[in-house]
């Protein structure tokens, strides 16, 4: 446990950490004595650390359980949650990578490709934020250039064009901003990819799993169901960068105002009707448990999917718009009558 | 998204909005804050508030722009009864219900944009037009509802539609639903599209964040005027990211058409003739 990079509001963890694992080196190095002596120190020893275990337990349960965004936020952001690649690599079977936008280049910062998900043929596009520090920096740290966009949308056309459904993995603190992202047409890139997924004929399910930034998260999420993993987040600006604008300064005391005004927690969205569904995370967050969220992760998608193949595709595709057209919260007076 | 006005280095005159001017006893003659001259109001307003001077495309409002495409009282407005309705009740140094109210009172309008039927030297045409006195011409619920319509309504009635985009992108106040805006205009775009609409985008002094990154970089023909800021990203936001200064015309309309992303830099005074140039090419 003491492995994890620590997040500041889960210090009441670390003594407790501390505690374990120094009884733990007791118990190892008590062991080979105590062999032959039942009843004694080393089962003390045993039922201690298994008391103090269940009081981390609870202890994390309760800490999760109420989050505050910002908090939620710093979650989505660990350094160790897992990310596009590694849900690839647990929930995918005979993932065939397809690289580039046939344009410009190949973007490492969006993974493209085939992919079997249970009984399902799927084609994957995701933001990849890379977890070495090489990897990083070539992924932007998953912020995507226009390629990246173009990529993504080549992709979906080949799926869509063989019947494919497609599956996007939404992870990046926003598009790229940077010069050669804007003389490529960052914007126009993302336009076009929301323009073009309203379009697509076959299913397509999108899931933030991590951090949903803008437009750079929109520009692969226009799709029949759209899901939230529960610690993630989803919004227009990210809290720094609001805070940055609307509170003049952005720290820690404004990121975390901020983060709580956008609303963009998983729950936030779902009552917003933006998402449709919240994927739950084992308690403590996808860090601590990988392989059971990418469980929840598959079971939505094939769940999703199957539904969705059933809609004959005309109905597919006024569904698809009208989810996205009924969005958006305004008042509307009666049209006064017509003078002209 | 929506980036602050004071990011965005474009020079602009002292009074833009008309109900300011009148209260200005000076108001006679006015500084170009482009060249420095001195400019007498009405040859600047005959010259649809382009300095005679210096050439500088100062900002307009919606509903000046309207008064410069449109023939004269051709323009019918649409949509005219939509208002913000604050459904995250946003907060942050000010709430943002205070704030709507005090841009409306203070534009008399009730959100970033002006919708409706016009005709451009005797074309019709579906015209929407933001309007950057409004929180800076940001789209939340009811820009795209009423871009929305305006795309929808063009679609229904074939008539070609034109797009006059000044924003500073999506607004934060209403978050993930004037994200959502985004993906709304570009579906309805894609309807258009299918049903062989044109769409004439003209980008204007500044488009950034989510607007450029929906409806305003999806025209079938895209037109900016000279020198107008465009970009993805605010040039703050940029400069921060890659630590080193922007090359001079950067994100500038200039650089936007040789870069290959907007198909003609258009003088103000020649919007209308160009418009209706394009609508004749297109037959409709
Ligand atoms: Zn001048």
């Known amino acids: ?340 | 998204m929506a980036r602050r006005a004071s990011e965005t280095p474009t020079r602009t005159w002292n009074e833009v909005r008309p109900q300011r001017r009148s209260a200005i006893p000076e108001g006679l003659w006015l500084r170009c804050q482009a060249c420095g001259k001195m400019v007498y109001r009405r040859h600047l307003e005959a010259n649809l508030n382009v300095c005679p001077e210096c050439d500088f495309h100062h900002r307009i409002s919606a509903a000046e722009r309207i008064g410069q495409l449109a023939d004269t009282d051709s323009f019918q407005e649409m949509f005219g009864n939509l208002s913000a309705a604050d459904p995250l009740q946003f907060k942050d140094l000010k709430a943002y219900s205070d704030r709507l109210l005090a841009e409306q009172i203070k534009t008399g309008a009730k959100d970033a944009i002006k919708a409706g039927r016009m005709f451009i030297k005797g074309r019709e045409a579906m015209v929407c037009c933001l309007d950057l006195t409004f929180m800076m011409g940001s789209m939340g619920s009811v820009v795209g509802e009423t871009i929305t319509r305006a795309i929808e309504e063009a679609t229904r009635t074939g008539l070609p539609l034109v797009i006059v985009s000044c924003s500073g992108g999506a607004r934060m106040q209403e978050s993930g639903l004037s994200l959502m805006q985004m993906a709304k205009t570009s579906a309805a775009l894609a309807r258009y599209d299918q049903a062989g609409g044109l769409f004439i985008s003209v980008l204007t002094d500044p488009t950034t964040g989510g607007v450029t990154a929906s409806f305003a970089m999806l025209g079938d023909v895209i037109f900016a005027e000279p020198n107008a800021l465009i970009g993805f990203a605010g040039p703050r936001v940029i400069q921060q990211t890659i630590r080193q200064e922007l090359p001079e015309g950067f994100q500038r309309s200039e650089f936007l058409r040789k870069s290959g992303l907007v198909d003609r830099v258009i003088h103000r005074s020649q919007l209308r003739n160009e418009i209706a140039r394009i609508i004749d090419y297109s037959g409709k």
């Open chain 1, 1 to 340: 446990m003491s492995a994890y990079y620590q997040l500041d509001f889960e210090k009441p963890l670390v003594e407790l950490d501390r505690q374990i694992e120094a009884l733990e080196t007791q118990l190892k190095n008590e062991q080979p004595a105590a062999a032959g002596d039942p009843g004694s120190h080393v089962a003390k020893l045993t039922a201690d650390i298994a008391s103090l275990r269940a009081r981390h337990a609870s202890e994390l349960k309760a800490i999760y359980a109420k989050l505050t965004p910002w908090q939620t936020v710093r979650v989505a952001r660990h350094p160790q949650r897992p990310q596009t690649r590694d849900y690839v690599a647990m929930i995918c079977r005979d993932f065939t990578e397809l690289h580039g936008d046939r344009r410009f280049g190949d973007d490492p910062a969006m993974v493209t490709g085939f992919a079997r998900i249970g009984p399902l043929k799927v084609m994957v596009v995701g933001h990849q934020k890379g977890k070495e520090t090489s990897e990083k920096i070539a992924c932007h740290f998953g912020c995507a250039h226009p390629e990246g966009y173009r990529k993504a949308l080549a992709k979906m056309k080949l799926a869509a064009k063989y019947g494919v459904p497609i599956v996007t993995l939404v992870d990046t603190p926003g598009a790229y901003p940077g010069l050669g992202a804007e003389q490529r047409g960052q914007a126009e890139a993302i336009a076009v990819n929301m323009l073009e997924m309203s379009r697509l004929a076959v299913p397509i399910v999108s899931i933030v799993i991590g951090e949903g930034g803008s437009g750079g998260a929109l520009g692969i999420a226009v799709a029949d169901r759209v899901a939230m993993l529960s610690n993630s987040w989803y919004s227009v600006i990210s809290p720094e960068g609001c805070a940055a604008i609307l509170w003049k300064e952005a720290n820690e005391q404004t990121n975390s105002a901020a983060a709580k005004s956008l609303k963009l927690t998983a729950s936030d969205n779902l009552a917003l009707g933006i998402v449709d569904d919240v994927i739950p995370e084992p308690p403590g967050g996808a860090h601590r448990d990988a392989r059971s969220t990418a469980m929840n992760l598959q079971a939505w998608i094939v769940q999703q999917i199957q539904r969705l193949r059933t809609v004959p595709a005309n109905d597919l595709l006024e569904r698809r718009y009208e989810r996205f057209r009924k969005m958006g919260v305004y008042i509307e007076q009666a049209e006064p009558a017509a003078s002209a």
